[in-house]
């Protein structure tokens, strides 16, 4: 899934180095003077690493806060979400009358 290539192969194997970035779904790493320079990955692997990261936020978040006493039972957080949802579905509702009624 991870292969380091020096700088030079860009120009002379794109074509290869754009085949295992999109269809193999590798990251590509190009070094320059045997030092790491920069990454080359297809925009479906970058998406799904950025949302593996907010994920992985989220969850160091939601630790933190369970951690300082910030979290609250399920039952009581769904009733919540819910209350939330029906007051901003009537208040459409009502809107969506007034503009058909």
């Known amino acids: 899934m991870f292969s380091i290539r020096p700088i030079s192969d860009l120009s002379r194997n794109m074509t290869e180095i754009e085949r295992l970035a999109i269809e193999e779904g590798q990251i590509i790493q190009l070094a320059k003077n045997s030092k790491e320079h920069m990454v080359i990955m297809g925009s479906d692997t970058y998406k799904n690493l950025l949302a593996k990261l907010s994920m992985y936020e989220s969850l160091l978040i939601s630790e933190a806060q369970i951690r300082q006493g910030k979290s609250q039972p399920l ?13 901003k579905l009537d208040a459409f509702n009502s809107t969506t009358q007034k503009v058909h009624g």
């Open 75 to 87: 039952e009581v957080a769904m009733k919540k979400s819910n209350k939330k949802f029906q007051e």
